[in-house]
């Protein structure tokens, strides 16, 4: 069966600082892969998304992801975090073309320190 | 663009009372998810519309949840009787034509049910 993990249930970062957050997924073949956000009380919103192709994508509000095939990961990177940046993060799979049931990972919550 | 509308923002009630939740979705878009979110998890899918037919309810506890779109526009989630574990946030979501996986999904800001 797919699955998706996020390793890290909690993670701070500084304002300014770098930002990794792990997503890794079983599944037999290339999926489809996508990041969301979540701020407090809001609904998830769509970061960024891998179909094919390059295998660095960049999305919205400066962050990126690279699909790693030989390591089934997804991570999420940002150059430099921003306090605004401050939520809950869900990596999601979709097993293929025809298919349309997300498989979300259980989030990654980051705090942002003044 | 106007985003998926959800109403009401949060609800209370108490165990073995119904409840519903409202959902409009972005206009134009034909495909309409409920999802469950409990705390601390991933939304987990309920039920998918394709205008308005139910295509997936295959995830729906069909013994006290039901769901419908009778237009093919808003929906409507219920819950008849609640019990304390359906405490949770229910999230909408929408896509164009159809759930084709290059239409990412669209999610409201959904509904926090707390049951007391």
């Known amino acids: 069966a797919q699955s998706v993990t996020q390793p890290d249930i909690h993670i701070t970062v500084s304002e300014g600082a770098s930002l990794e957050l792990r997503c890794n997924y079983s599944?037999?073949?290339?999926?489809?892969l996508f990041w969301y956000v979540q701020s407090p009380g809001q609904g998830l919103q769509l970061l960024l998304k891998?179909?094919?192709?390059?295998?660095l994508v960049q999305g919205i509000k400066g962050f990126e992801a690279e699909f790693k095939r030989s390591q089934s990961s997804f991570n999420l990177r940002k150059p430099s975090v921003h306090w605004s940046d401050a939520a809950e993060y869900f990596c999601a799979v979709a097993p293929g073309v025809g298919t349309y049931k997300y498989i979300f990972g259980t989030g990654t919550r980051l705090k942002v320190l003044a | 663009e106007a985003g998926v509308v959800q109403s009401p923002r949060y609800k209370i009630i108490e165990k073995k009372q119904p409840v519903a939740f409202w959902c409009n979705p972005i206009s134009g878009h034909n495909t309409l998810y409920w999802y469950l979110q409990n705390l601390g998890q991933g939304p987990e899918l309920l039920i998918r519309y394709e205008n308005e037919e139910a295509v997936d309810d295959s995830q729906l506890p069909k013994d006290r949840f039901s769901a419908e779109r009778l237009k093919g526009v808003d929906s409507t989630l219920k819950i008849q009787p609640a019990e304390l574990g359906d405490s949770a946030v229910y999230l909408c979501?929408?896509?164009?034509?159809?759930?084709?996986?290059?239409?990412?999904?669209?999610f409201g800001d959904g509904t926090r049910l707390s049951i007391l």
């Open positions: 599944y037999g073949a290339t999926p489809y």
């Open positions: 891998y179909f094919s192709g390059d295998t």
């Open positions: 979501a929408s896509s164009a034509q159809g759930a084709l996986i290059n239409q990412p999904q669209h």
